[in-house]
């Protein structure tokens, strides 16, 4: 059964920037959907991005303004969300996810394989 790690959350400055990779042990994620969702304290769990099977189609939630970029190197087997100008609201564990069907969706039901998460936190 595939298993999702995340990596790349650490604490950083109001403005700065962060990468998060999303890799998989016991499967691939290529030619599977993929998504990135987080939570906040407090808060319930939120879709931030998605990705299809091969990067040719793309969605980021509205709200992020287009701070958050989405994509993925199937070479290597990652799936990336690139975040810039990071805000005290984008502090949350983020989660990514992946489901058997090469397209996207933004219902956080659709996917069944779910990685551990990891912490993001942004000081001002």
Known sequence: Q???VESGGRLV???GSLRLSCTATGG???GSGVAWFRQAPGKDREFVA???YDGSSTRHA????????IRRDNAKMVVYLQMEDLDPEDTAVYYCATRIY???TTNENDYPY???GT???VST
């Open 2 to 4: 595939v298993q999702l």
């Open 119 to 121: 912490q993001v936190t």
């Open 28 to 30: 691939t994620l290529s």
């Open 114 to 116: 779910w990685g551990r």
């Open 102 to 104: 090469r397209t996207w």
């Open 50 to 52: 998605a990705i299809n």
């Open 13 to 15: 400055q109001a403005g």
């Open 62 to 69: 509205d709200s992020l303004k287009g701070r958050f970029t």
